[in-house]
């Protein structure tokens, strides 16, 4: 079993940036995805960035540009964000998993909120 934390979400004015990270109780050098969803109230949860073991990374359209996700070291990944708008506000959560085909690891979520 594999723990996961996010911290780093927080209130933030339209225009600003905010950089999440999620830390694992092991080392998850060898996982081969790790990726950021988010939530937004009343929808689907919905993937924004994700980036493999080889460090190839994807983005979602609406994120792309703005978020940057990276490995930080054996234990850490983070998400950075800039330019962030009112439609980004959601809990954001942490997934990790060692293989493609395995069902991963979710962490609790942090809560983002873009308002003026």
């Known amino acids: 079993q594999v723990l996961l934390a996010e911290s780093g979400g927080g209130l933030v004015q339209p225009g600003g940036s905010l950089r999440l990270s999620c830390q694992a109780s092991?080392?998850?050098?060898?996982?081969?995805?790790l990726t950021w969803f988010r939530q937004a109230p009343g929808k689907q949860r919905e993937a924004v960035a994700s980036i493999t073991h080889t460090g190839r990374t994807q983005y979602s359209d609406s994120v792309r540009d703005r978020f940057t996700i990276s490995r930080d070291n054996a234990r850490t990944m983070s998400l950075q964000m800039n330019n962030l708008k009112p439609t980004d506000t959601a809990v954001y959560y942490c997934?990790?998993?060692?293989?493609?085909?395995?069902?991963?690891?979710w962490g609790r979520g942090t809560q983002v909120t873009v308002s003026s």
């Open positions: 997934h990790m998993r060692e293989t493609i085909d395995s069902p991963g690891y």
């Open positions: 092991q080392v998850i050098f060898n996982f081969q995805m």
